[in-house]
């Protein structure tokens, strides 16, 4: 994983837990997923914050945009 992909992931970590700013931290998240696809932490991290805010569809199209 690439420092873009750090940076997105140390970000996100910031908007959750000192910030407590969940919709910016799965935005985060979900920049980190498409930053690097194969990176499991991410996508479990963006999966619990998808469920906890009741956006699986949103999550559903990140994992989409990787795909393809």
């Keep these: 994983a690439g420092e873009r992909f750090h940076i997105l992931m140390r970000l996100a970590e910031l908007y959750e837990q000192r910030l407590h ?4 931290a799965f935005e985060a998240f979900s920049r980190a997923v498409e930053a ?13 914050l998808a469920a906890a805010r009741g956006s699986q569809r ?6 989409s945009r990787v795909v393809d």
């Design 58 to 63: 949103a999550r559903a199209t990140v994992l």
């Design 36 to 48: 690097d696809a194969a990176d499991t932490h991410a996508r479990r991290e963006l999966a619990r």
């Design 21 to 24: 700013n969940p919709d910016a």
